[in-house]
């Protein structure tokens, strides 16, 4: 039910992925909106939390929201893991709540991957989950970010920066600053490797970017708001002539690749991580496409335990 | 002698701005290491602070320095205004510690324009000065972004937001939501109209946007990595195959004026807001051309007597 192009766009991205992944995909809402479900089951829901609803009332009020039930199934071991495209605080309020966190975990973060085109992508948490952070969290999510980093994208000993405004170990604001040393002083599972700074997020020189969950979110937004503008603006230039038009004929297909590799619906979206389950936050123009990468995203999770990975990194 | 490119660059800026603008411009510095000057004054000076120098400490032992002496130069009446591509912090510092804080204000910021294609400069403030910031000092932030938008642009009645990750009051880190309830209360001389998110930097939708300077210089560095990966990518396509070059010939005219629009060497430079004087900083890799742009700001800056103009705002 969640998502700017649902019930469709999610409801025809789970038949594909239940078809092309071979993974039973249950479908959670009001079966009358999901419609026809092209044989997948459907856990009925009444209600919605809209996009733009407050996310707390919204988890406190509505219990038989579908995203309330979908964080219930996955605590009941009625499915191993959970896929939303809806409102994100929302997702996390119901998988914090219903599936609680993971023990010695001191707050959950969003962990979302910035596409580095010709290289795996780069880890950035938290992204949104926590907007004021201490710094014995950032830590955390360093360790959880490393566990993730490595389970899902294969790196042995990920590497592990700080985001910051500066290189130096004096750069930075008083949380980063703590952070720093706490990390210099070494974190198990940790490979830490310095400050880095927001033009080094689409660069191959690091896998991990920690920070808090105000600047991830506004780094994120930003980078997205920078990439569709200068996209627009290329294309709005190729299209501006005659021939231009003609000549980019030859051009769009060779930024084709790019432009997917760009594409957050290539990505299967951002990873909750710390609660007890595995839960995939979509970006909420998700994609039939989107779905099915968030899908495979989350059975290739499930597989890893990434869960239980988690758990011992934080214990 | 400030810059990835002095003295080269930087005189040859001067000449260029002495002579196109009609502005008399002293350099400071080493005289055997600035050589030929074409005939501009030379105000000695026997030290540098170096681009990765301890700020604090190069100001406070380096008397003879660059920096300093043309902070003094300023302080003394000797000149208008200081432009430095030099080391960012030093500058601050020497602005500070030799012209002072203007009456009343809190923490001086670093006023940064983001070009937007088709429109004036989004302002961004603080762009790094300050990596801790209270709310009061936002809401002085917000005072002195109008002034310098209203006069810089000519903005009648700048539209202020603050930068956050949604655009709801209760969105954001606690400073932030403590800044917007002081805004959205009223403080004289902004016109503030709620948060903008990172992707509406690049829009038209605001003049000024507030933050603190870990968040501002982060989000800075983000949009310009972006920028800069999304132009080689594109200009890495166009020289890839023969075809792909001879089509460029006709897409790369139509998107100069962009790139242009972009640069931030057309944009003279950001402001230091706060202290007892002009003084800009322009960006470390700052061309001859970047130097002309920002000595026409500074004296544009100085005709319109900005820093009376924030005096009186914060007063």
Redesign the interface.
Known sequence: MGGDRAPGEIVAGACRAAEELDVDVVLVGDPKAIGDTGGLAVLPASEVIAMDE?PAAGVRRKKDSSLVRAAEAVRDGKASAMVSAGNTGATMGSALLRMGRLKGVNRPAIATPIPV?GSTPTVLLDA?AN??CQPQWLVQFAQMGSIYAAERYGIEKPRVAL???GEEA?????L?KETHDLLAAGAPGVHFVGNV??????TDQVDVVV?????G???????????????D??FG??V??P??Q??????IP??LP?ATELDPDSHGGALLLGVDGVCIISHGSSSATAIVNAVRVARDMVEQQLVDRLREAVA
């Open positions: 407050d085109p949104g907007a004021d985001l910051s405004i004096t750069k930075g604001n008083s980063v700074e927001g033009r080094d997020l689409l920070c808090d969950g105000f600047t979110n506004v780094t994120l937004k930003t980078l997205e708001g920078a990439m569709r503008f200068m996209r603006a290329v230039a190729m501006s002539t021939e231009a003609q000549a980019s004929e030859v051009l060779l930024l790019l």
